[in-house]
């Protein structure tokens, strides 16, 4: 497409800062499957699969501003829930 490579190589932004957006939502993603493998001593693929569910069910809020996820309840970062949500979605 013409118009879009800066002369550096580097494709623009068509819309200014939603890179730094999209940097902040993929950390925040990463950030919270951390705390779910922490809390509930998970492996990531398993850790990945109870953010998938909580996300599918609308037990987690995004931040978009911070790219920060925080659950609806506390409860949802126990151990013992962690867990069930793991032999739920396996």
Known sequence: MRGLRHRHGRSRERIPGTRAIGTRLA?????F???LMERGGISRP???RVFDYYRKHKLV????????????HGALLDRDVIL?????TT
């Open 27 to 31: 950390q925040g993603e990463d950030n």
């Open 33 to 35: 499957v951390d705390t």
């Open 46 to 48: 398993a850790a990945e």
């Open 61 to 72: 809020k995004r931040d978009f501003a911070s790219g920060v996820y925080s659950v609806k």
């Open 84 to 88: 069930r949500a793991v032999a739920g």
